[in-house]
């Protein structure tokens, strides 16, 4: 059993940056690959960015390529998403997530465990 909770959530400029956490319960932590995913309203929830158990194999979506990090540090059960360069159509509430396999990463369905969310927003 898993449970994540993201914090770092906030109102951000246009070209500004935030930086996401989320913070894993348990001694399994480093078993998992994890993933950010985001809604936003009346959207389907979209993939973002994963990250594999060990840190060195990462994936992106389109959207975001060059302008977001994933990155994760298991000594701290902790994996980050830095934003940079956001647009208002970053806008949305963003979601971590865990799954015991990668073959997938980009799929929701995937994921076995999922954090409460954090709200983004993106002003013009």
């Known amino acids: 059993q898993v449970q994540l909770v993201e914090s770092g959530g906030g109102l951000v400029q246009a070209g500004g940056s935030l930086r996401l956490s989320c913070l894993a319960s348990?001694?399994?932590?480093?078993?998992?690959?994890m993933g950010w995913f985001r809604q936003a309203p009346g959207k389907e929830r979209e993939f973002v960015a994963a990250?594999?158990?060990?840190?060195?194999?990462?994936y992106y979506g389109d959207p975001v390529k060059g302008r977001f990090t994933i990155s994760r540090d298991n000594a701290k059960n902790t994996v980050y998403l830095q934003m940079n360069s956001l647009k208002p159509e970053d806008t949305a509430v963003y979601y971590c997530?865990?799954?015991?396999?990668?073959?997938?990463?980009?799929?929701?369905?995937?994921?076995?465990?999922w954090g409460q969310g954090t709200q983004v927003t993106v002003s013009s």
């Open positions: 990250i594999n158990w060990s840190g060195g194999i990462t």
């Open positions: 348990g001694r399994t932590f480093r078993r998992y690959h």
């Open positions: 997530a865990a799954t015991a396999t990668f073959s997938s990463s980009h799929i929701s369905s995937e994921y076995d465990y």
